[in-house]
């Protein structure tokens, strides 16, 4: 018997939920204990979740639940599935990607090979086109990165092992990275980027990190007990983000926009904009405050509310406007006297 029918033979023989000893197997296919010791090691290595207990009356088992029933889906579920998995593809990066790959593979390999072909097919058969990008919030686009997929599969396997995860974030708007001691709860998908939710050590705040601005994530010995209480839906919606920005108006500058009713009810569709404080001013307009004083950002949006729009600080961007705005005027006067005296 070669050493690929004797670890075939030994996965048989655990399969059955009770501890068989070493040397039972041993014996059963005459060699020895070393020899059986290297066979149930190279199941470990090829995945094969191999559990061992010492003692006088330890020995090895599958985990509960390793081997599975064949999966029976009619066609209909089949292609239900290769929709499913043709929107998850259109992700640029998921969370634990290789493990996808393999469980797709396991999947293809237990459906009746009547529906093989369709669910090979499925690039040719179902499109998702990509969230195109947001011009106006440049500061969402990102590209996929080594870190960003070690980042979300590091969260992630820290979610299933209950045990806490090291990391630097980096801000970008800062120009700051920072250490992050943090209990993993979940992960969100929001506009084409991650983000991971935990519980933060040092504050004992609930904070949303965008994955794509992890460095150097590692999961730590440390186990933590989950928040039974948590569900990561209660972040949807821009919840995060409205939690995130009521934080960031403690940590940050703040930008001042009045604004006529409007423009308030326009600024208030967008999926940013709308989480920023809203005030009623005495005059009948809208005080807008932002947690952000970045040229890059505040700018471009006075321009897009247009006329009615006043910014009243930072003074330095309102000077810098203001200039913008003269020379702008200038140029479409002197293009209007060339034009009358034509």
Same mark, same amino acid.
């Given at each position: 018997? =070669? ?20 040397? !039972? ?31 006088? #009356? ?20 089949? &292609? ?18 290789? #493990?996808?790959? +393999?469980?797709? %593979? ?12 369709? $669910? %090979? ?19 969402? %686009? ?7 997929? @070690? ?19 980096? =801000?970008?708007?800062?120009?700051? !990275?920072? *250490? ?25 705040? $609930? @904070? ?7 460095? =150097? ?16 839906? +209660?972040?949807?919606?821009? &919840? /995060?983000? +409205? ?9 940050? #500058?703040? &930008? ?8 308030? @009810? @326009?600024?208030? &569709? ?18 807008? +405050? ?13 321009? /897009? ?16 406007? *203001?200039?913008?705005?003269?020379? $702008? ?14």
């Amino acid at each position: 018997m =070669n050493p690929i029918e004797r670890a075939l033979g030994i996965l048989l023989l655990l399969t059955g939920g009770r501890l068989v000893p070493a040397t !039972v197997l041993a014996e059963r296919f005459e060699v020895s204990l070393r020899t059986i010791y290297r066979d149930i090691d190279r199941l470990i290595a090829l995945g094969v979740p191999v559990d061992a207990e010492r003692g006088a #009356e330890g020995g090895y088992r599958l985990a509960s639940g390793y081997i599975q029933p064949p999966v029976a889906l009619s066609r209909n579920e089949t &292609a239900a599935l290769l929709a499913a998995m043709a929107l998850v593809r259109s992700s640029r990066t998921v969370p634990l990607a290789g #493990e996808l790959t +393999s469980a797709e %593979k396991k999947l293809l390999a237990s459906l009746p090979k009547n529906v093989h072909g369709l $669910l %090979k097919d499925a690039e040719r058969i179902v499109g998702i086109e990509p969230i195109p990008p947001d011009i106006f919030h440049a500061g969402t %686009k990102a590209e996929p990165t080594e870190d960003w997929q @070690k980042a979300l599969d590091g969260f992630m396997a820290g979610i299933l092992d209950s045990r806490r995860v090291r990391f630097e974030h980096v =801000n970008p708007a800062r120009q700051t !990275v920072k *250490a992050h001691d943090v209990e993993p709860y979940g992960v969100l998908f929001d506009r084409d980027l991650w983000y991971l939710a935990g519980r933060c050590v040092d504050t004992d705040l $609930l @904070k949303v990190y965008r994955a794509d601005r992890v460095r =150097n994530l590692e999961i730590s010995g440390l186990f933590f007990r989950p928040d039974k209480a948590f569900s990561i839906q +209660s972040l949807l919606g821009g &919840a /995060w983000l +409205s939690q995130a920005m009521r934080r960031w108006e403690q940590e940050e #500058e703040i &930008a001042e926009i009045l604004i006529t009713p409007r423009q308030a @009810k @326009k600024l208030s &569709a967008d999926w940013y904009y709308r989480h920023a404080v809203f005030t009623p001013s005495e005059d009948g307009r809208i005080l807008v +405050s932002i947690p952000s004083t970045d040229r890059a950002r505040i700018l471009p949006l006075v321009r /897009w509310l247009g006329p009615g729009a006043e910014l009243l600080g930072p003074q330095d961007l309102r000077q810098e406007l *203001a200039s913008e705005l003269a020379d $702008l005027a200038a140029l479409y006067a002197a293009n209007a006297k060339l034009e009358r005296s034509a």
